[in-house]
Each structure stands twice: as structure tokens, then as C-alpha cells.
């Protein structure tokens, strides 16, 4: 009988042991379960997981390792595993633990390329393996309280989205490492952007049939200083004194990424929306403005104590709008987001409750975002965004 079945805590793996595989340490702590494996090909990597999750874990260089081990009983050591390593990797990861029964949580984005959110889709499909993915801006107060207003009807329907984002911290998280590289990454619209491109979907109700990007490597192609850093992670040369943008140092070999693009987006219900972001501004938030029949909103800030304004009167320019709504959550980002995502993942695949999060819109946030990229690359071309198959995305 395994952990789930007799109701003790999970065996958890964690594959990846990089800055985002701290998210699983959320199900210890919810007492719903224990990390008892992790995988990683880097020596360092395994050591630093037994410092990060305990010294009796047991440890594989290979995810396939990991899936061959066996318990005392013959079955599988793990009941469920978090997949939080480089992007690229995730499809392979995915499939091959969907394939073997285990439940994943896959770290957004869910693949790099729209063959392999396809292929992931299809192996929990056919498997009928529990796959979630973890846009954990779903559960972001600002998020969800900007939701609730547009479902009271206090804007009306929506007609359009904008999303600015501002990623102040754009060169450490993103110039220093894989995410720098195309191979990697495919590109930041996707990588970054996919959290944003979700959530306008999420609050738009619908999903981009076609885009049109525009965007450039324009500041940190210009820096030489370059270094791999792959013997580091993230939190360990992450400064805020790196100011300004081109005194950073130390960045990734390979830079061959944009550090500023955009989007502009309809969707299959008639919304049209638009997404920007750049990686070297001095603030890192996000903004975003919904504009319905009836009203607009927009949010000012997107941690605990900011605000979403609405305003629902014909006025000249009035900055404090009609209605104010205080943002009570998230004081440190998303930290608090990743642990209801974390919970929902839980509980999903021990009673299959419904979830706020959605395997087929996360593999429609990569659709959307690796076609605004190729459109990017090729001198703003309109690019058709392909649905997902219906089949599919009913097993899912």
C-alpha cells in the first residue's frame, strides 16, 4: 500500500535542485509530506539537496535512476515528484515519470517548445497520470482579487488586457545562467512571460489565437563580463547593488536572448490583450489594466498592501478612481502563492480536487509564447497560435 493510499505523509522527490526547489519543502511543512529523494546530475547539486532537505534523502544523478528504484514491497520509492530543473529538461522529466505512474508537479513553463507541451499532454493523458503545473500567480492575492472584481461584474465584460512588467531583477535572474540561452530557454516571453500570458487568459476567459511580438537583445548583449556560473545558484550572486544595469558583471557565456519584448494578443473570445516586459528596469512589479463594458481596473503594486483601483464613472483624469481594493497577501512576491499552489498540488493528487491552475491553459500560455517569440525572430510576423487537441485536453 502506498503513503497515499494509507494516508501518512507523501514520499516526495524533488528533481532539479536549483533555486526554485525550495517550493516543495511548502508540503513538509503543511505536515503532507516528506522529501525523500532527489535527482540531479550535478554532484553539487546533491550535496547541497541533503544540506537543503535533510542528509537521509537518497540521491540520483538521474530522474531514470530515481523511477528504477524500488521500495521494500517492489513498488516505487516516491509517490509523487516536484520537477523544478531547467526548462529544457522538462518534457523528457515529465513524460517518463507520467509514464511511470508517479504524479508530477512541473515548474512553469511547462516545456520550452510547443511539441513538447503537446507530448507532456498527451503522456498524462494516455497514462492517466495526475500532471500539474505550477503558475502559482493563480493563487496570487493580487491575482485572485483582481478576478473577484471582474466576476462581481464591477468592470463589466471584458474587452482587453494589458500587462506591463517591470523585471528589476532581470540581469541575476535571468543574464547569469541557462536562462540566458535560446537552447535553454527558447526566450524570455516564454520563460517569464508565461506566468503573465496565463493570467491574462485566466482573466480574460478565453485563449490567443493570434499574436504578433516585437522586441531585442538591446542592453546586456553590451556587457563583456561574462563567466559560467554553473558551480553557483542564483541566490549566491544576487544583489541589489548591481545598479545600474550595464554594471552587472559576471553575466552568462551564451546571451542570446531579449531582454525587452512584447506582445499583442486576440483571443478566441474576441479580448485583446498585450503583454510587455523588460529585464532592466530600476523597479520589479507588475501592472496590470482590465478593461471591460462597464469600468477598468488596474493595480498599483502586487505584494501585501497594494492596491486595485476601479473606476466605473465617465471622469477626466481621477487617480484614485471609483472603488479601492487593498491587496492582503504576498508579502514577500509569491511566496505565499507557492504554498496554496503547493497545497493544491497535494490535494489533487490524493483526492482529485479541482484546481485553480490548469494543465491545458499552461500548455496554451507556452503555445502563445513561443508563437510571439518566433514572431519576434522574424521581423513581427502575425503567427496563428495552434489549439490544443480537444481529446487531449479532456483527459487532462
Given at each position: 500500500m502506498s503513503s497515499t493510499e494509507a494516508g501518512s505523509p507523501l514520499r516526495l522527490a524533488v528533481i532539479g535542485v536549483g533555486a526554485r526547489s525550495y517550493i516543495?519543502?511548502?508540503?513538509?511543512?503543511?505536515?503532507?509530506?516528506t522529501i525523500v529523494a532527489v535527482a540531479d546530475p550535478s554532484s553539487a547539486a546533491r550535496e547541497r539537496a541533503a544540506e537543503q532537505f535533510g542528509a537521509g534523502i537518497a540521491t540520483f544523478a538521474s530522474h531514470r535512476d530515481l523511477i528504477d528504484a524500488r521500495?521494500?514491497?517492489g513498488g516505487s520509492i516516491v509517490d509523487a515528484a516536484f520537477v523544478t530543473s531547467p526548462d529544457h529538461t522538462h518534457a523528457e522529466i515529465a513524460i517518463d515519470l507520467l509514464r511511470a505512474?508517479?504524479?508530477?508537479?512541473?515548474?512553469?513553463?511547462?516545456?520550452?517548445?510547443?511539441d513538447d507541451a503537446?507530448?507532456?499532454?498527451?503522456?498524462?493523458?494516455?497514462s492517466g497520470t495526475r500532471l500539474y503545473v505550477g503558475h502559482n500567480m493563480r493563487h496570487m492575492a493580487v491575482v485572485t482579487l483582481m478576478r473577484d472584481i471582474i466576476q462581481r461584474g464591477e468592470i463589466g465584460e471584458v474587452k482587453a488586457v494589458w500587462c506591463r512588467h517591470f523585471v528589476g531583477n532581470g540581469g541575476d535572474y535571468y543574464f547569469k545562467?541557462?536562462?540566458?540561452?535560446?537552447?535553454?530557454?527558447?526566450?524570455?516571453?516564454?520563460q517569464k512571460g508565461a506566468h503573465d500570458i496565463d493570467i491574462i487568459h485566466w482573466l480574460a476567459g478565453g485563449y490567443s489565437e493570434l499574436v504578433t511580438g516585437m522586441g531585442g537583445l538591446s542592453l546586456y548583449g553590451d556587457i563583456t563580463d561574462r563567466r559560467d556560473n554553473s558551480d553557483r545558484t542564483m541566490p549566491e550572486w544576487f544583489s541589489l547593488d548591481a545598479w545600474p544595469p550595464l554594471s552587472q558583471t559576471e553575466l552568462n557565456p551564451v546571451i542570446d536572448v531579449e531582454d525587452i519584448s512584447m506582445v499583442s494578443m486576440r483571443l478566441d473570445n474576441g479580448v485583446y490583450a498585450s503583454y510587455q516586459q523588460c529585464h532592466y528596469t530600476p523597479d520589479y512589479w507588475r501592472n496590470y489594466t482590465v478593461i471591460g463594458t462597464e469600468g477598468r481596473l488596474e493595480n498599483f503594486g502586487d505584494t501585501d498592501g497594494a492596491v486595485v483601483r476601479v473606476w466605473n464613472t465617465r471622469t477626466t483624469y481621477d487617480p484614485a478612481g471609483d472603488a479601492e481594493y487593498r491587496v492582503n497577501g504576498d508579502e514577500r512576491g509569491h511566496r505565499d502563492a507557492d504554498r496554496l499552489t503547493v497545497d493544491e498540488f497535494i490535494r489533487f493528487i490524493t483526492d482529485g480536487s479541482e484546481t485553480e491552475t490548469s494543465a491545458v491553459a499552461?500548455?496554451?500560455?507556452?503555445?502563445?509564447?513561443?508563437?510571439?517569440t518566433e514572431s519576434i525572430r522574424d521581423g513581427s510576423r502575425p503567427i496563428a497560435?495552434?489549439?490544443?487537441?480537444?481529446h487531449v485536453a479532456t483527459l487532462v
Open positions: 516543495a519543502s511548502h508540503a513538509v511543512d503543511s505536515g503532507s509530506g521500495d521494500a514491497q505512474g508517479i504524479p508530477v508537479y512541473v515548474e512553469k513553463p511547462l516545456a520550452i517548445s510547443l503537446d507530448a507532456i499532454l498527451a503522456a498524462a493523458a494516455e545562467d541557462w536562462h540566458a540561452e535560446r537552447a535553454k530557454s527558447n526566450g524570455l516571453l516564454l499552461a500548455r496554451n500560455a507556452v503555445a502563445t509564447a513561443v508563437a510571439a497560435v495552434p489549439a490544443v487537441d480537444e
